[in-house]
């Protein structure tokens, strides 16, 4: 699906500092986060790791996406079959031409579910507070809530809301209610992304379905998208450089 700006994804995300070589230990989370990362698994692994890989479907058309991407830089790659989008030096690009992808943004769109799918652990990142707040309810159930803020300066994006709504037993991520400054500053609204069916990595622990809804008061309405993940792996060295530059039919695009 290449017109999937309706998303309505907070890019706060995809503009998070690079991962930090910081050990477990050595960072300073609020304890409530630090159990909801438990929850999900050895995340030390993440901290440690290199790279990642993982294919992706969109339900509604099933056209598949295959991403690379390297962890420390955010370097990514996404190939589909009629696109390629990728982040270099230089910027982001697209081949073979700027109107193989439909979507309104290519820098948006490059790395969006690279952090939907990464969350919580992306959170780990440089700049980023997550604390407790008030419960928030969805659908008539109360969960215990997280705020996820970016310090002044981190990313383009940093007035984002980030709520992370866990799951009354097994306390992994269950909701994600955000705004969207990307296109619109000024943006209050807020969105819902529901995560479901968690699987093993490699002792990490990820969502293979996503789930877009409008949130409208205090409740999921009107489904916008679906996307499935599949071969996710964890690596502990990066992909060569290589693999991210534009190609020769290529275009740098915003």
Same mark, same amino acid.
């Given at each position: 699906?290449?017109?999937?700006?309706?998303?309505?994804?907070?890019?706060?995300?995809?503009?998070?500092?690079?991962? /930090?070589?910081?050990?477990?230990?050595?960072?300073?989370?609020?304890?409530?986060?630090?159990?909801?990362?438990?929850?999900?698994?050895?995340?030390?692994?993440?901290?440690?790791?290199?790279?990642? /890989?993982?294919?992706?479907?969109?339900?509604?058309?099933?056209?598949?996406?295959?991403?690379?991407?390297?962890?420390?830089? &955010?370097?990514?790659?996404?190939?589909?079959?009629?696109?390629?989008?990728?982040?270099?030096?230089?910027?982001?690009?697209?081949?073979?031409?700027?109107?193989?992808?439909?979507?309104? #943004?290519?820098?948006?769109?490059?790395?969006?579910?690279?952090?939907?799918?990464?969350?919580?652990?992306?959170?780990?990142?440089?700049?980023? &507070?997550?604390?407790?707040?008030?419960?928030?309810?969805?659908?008539?159930?109360?969960?215990?809530?997280?705020?996820?803020?970016?310090?002044?300066?981190?990313?383009? #994006? /940093?007035?984002?809301?980030?709520?992370?709504?866990?799951?009354?037993?097994?306390?992994?991520?269950?909701?994600?209610?955000? #705004?969207?400054?990307?296109?619109?500053?000024?943006?209050?609204?807020?969105?819902?992304?529901?995560?479901?069916?968690?699987?093993?990595?490699?002792?990490?622990?990820?969502?293979?379905?996503?789930?877009?809804?409008?949130?409208?008061?205090? #409740?999921?309405?009107?489904?916008?998208?679906?996307? /499935?993940?599949?071969?996710?792996?964890?690596?502990?060295?990066?992909?060569?450089?290589?693999?991210?530059?534009?190609?020769?039919?290529?275009?740098?695009?915003?």
């Amino acid at each position: 699906m290449k017109n999937l700006l309706f998303l309505g994804f907070a890019c706060c995300f995809m503009l998070l500092l690079s991962c /930090s070589e910081n050990s477990k230990e050595t960072l300073q989370l609020n304890p409530e986060f630090e159990k909801l990362l438990n929850a999900h698994g050895d995340w030390e692994k993440w901290i440690n790791a290199k790279a990642m /890989s993982f294919s992706m479907i969109h339900e509604t058309t099933l056209t598949q996406e295959n991403y690379f991407v390297n962890l420390e830089s &955010r370097k990514i790659r996404l190939d589909e079959s009629t696109f390629s989008i990728g982040k270099d030096d230089t910027g982001t690009w697209v081949s073979p031409r700027r109107e193989a992808f439909g979507g309104r #943004s290519v820098d948006f769109y490059h790395n969006l579910y690279f952090y939907f799918y990464a969350i919580p652990y992306v959170l780990t990142d440089p700049g980023v &507070r997550v604390l407790p707040v008030e419960n928030k309810t969805v659908n008539g159930t109360s969960y215990k809530t997280l705020h996820a803020t970016m310090n002044q300066g981190v990313g383009e #994006s /940093s007035n984002d809301q980030f709520y992370l709504l866990l799951h009354p037993e097994t306390g992994r991520l269950e909701y994600l209610l955000y #705004s969207v400054t990307y296109f619109d500053e000024n943006s209050q609204t807020l969105n819902a992304l529901k995560y479901a069916d968690y699987r093993d990595a490699d002792g990490l622990v990820f969502p293979r379905t996503l789930t877009g809804y409008v949130y409208e008061n205090d #409740s999921t309405k009107n489904m916008k998208y679906q996307v /499935s993940f599949a071969d996710v792996l964890i690596l502990d060295e990066p992909f060569e450089d290589s693999i991210f530059e534009k190609p020769e039919n290529g275009v740098y695009a915003d």
